[in-house]
């Protein structure tokens, strides 16, 4: 009997680990510029609040309710700031391409489907050219790619009839959004 497959197997990490390096390649990676020069100075202000105090940017942070540079600026408090960005970077790439693969399985109960899903999910989305390669659309850490790949999860697991699961990871990423 041919069994429709609904899970993923070991057999699959090497894909993904092999997408998931495509992407980051794809997209790239790069610290302190675009979003960054906005969230960084709003994390060392939260890491030192003496730091750039009467800053109307800083000052209009505090009405901002994303709980992502707060966790983001404790972590960089114990570890070096821009390996660990480079690594949430990482984990939110794979972490989405985890995501894609597993949606599209549980949806189309393929194992081709979830694999053409992955490539999709890999393709450049500007007209022909890599104007917004792959996954992100900014080749920056931003609290948008951890909401996307939770958002990724959620979806996941709604399919996969795990509703409290997919509604936790809704909040977690309306929290950090």
Same mark, same amino acid.
């Given at each position: 009997?041919?069994?429709?497959?609904?899970?993923?197997?070991?057999?699959?990490?090497?894909?993904?680990?092999?997408?998931?390096?495509?992407?980051?390649?794809? +997209?790239?990676? @790069?610290?302190?510029?675009?979003?960054?020069?906005? *969230?960084?100075?709003?994390?060392?202000?939260?890491?030192?609040?003496?730091? #750039?105090? +009467?800053? $109307? $940017?800083?000052?209009?942070?505090?009405?901002?309710?994303?709980?992502?540079?707060? !966790?983001?600026?404790?972590?960089?408090? %114990?570890?070096?700031?821009?390996?660990?960005? #480079? !690594? =949430?970077?990482?984990?939110?790439? =794979?972490?989405? @391409? /985890?995501?894609?693969?597993?949606?599209?399985?549980?949806?189309?109960?393929?194992?081709?489907? %979830?694999?053409? +899903? &992955?490539?999709? &999910?890999?393709?450049?989305?500007?007209?022909?050219?890599?104007?917004?390669?792959? /996954?992100?659309?900014?080749?920056?850490?931003?609290?948008?790619?951890?909401? !996307? @790949?939770? $958002?990724?999860?959620? /979806?996941?697991?709604?399919? %996969?009839?795990? *509703?409290?699961? %997919?509604?936790?990871?809704? +909040?977690?990423? #309306?929290?950090?959004?």
């Amino acid at each position: 009997m041919n069994e429709q497959p609904t899970r993923m197997q070991w057999k699959d990490a090497p894909a993904l680990l092999a997408a998931s390096a495509l992407a980051l390649i794809l +997209g790239g990676y @790069c610290f302190g510029r675009e979003d960054h020069s906005t *969230y960084l100075p709003m994390m060392w202000h939260i890491q030192d609040p003496t730091l #750039f105090q +009467g800053d $109307l $940017l800083i000052e209009s942070a505090k009405h901002m309710h994303m709980y992502f540079w707060h !966790v983001m600026a404790w972590l960089t408090m %114990a570890l070096p700031t821009e390996p660990t960005f #480079f !690594v =949430v970077h990482v984990l939110t790439v =794979v972490g989405t @391409c /985890i995501a894609a693969f597993g949606t599209s399985l549980t949806l189309f109960r393929s194992r081709a489907a %979830a694999y053409l +899903g &992955l490539v999709l &999910l890999l393709m450049p989305k500007g007209l022909f050219g890599l104007v917004e390669a792959g /996954i992100n659309s900014q080749p920056v850490l931003t609290q948008t790619n951890v909401a !996307v @790949c939770l $958002l990724s999860f959620a /979806i996941w697991a709604f399919l %996969a009839n795990r *509703y409290i699961v %997919a509604f936790l990871l809704v +909040g977690v990423a #309306f929290n950090i959004q």
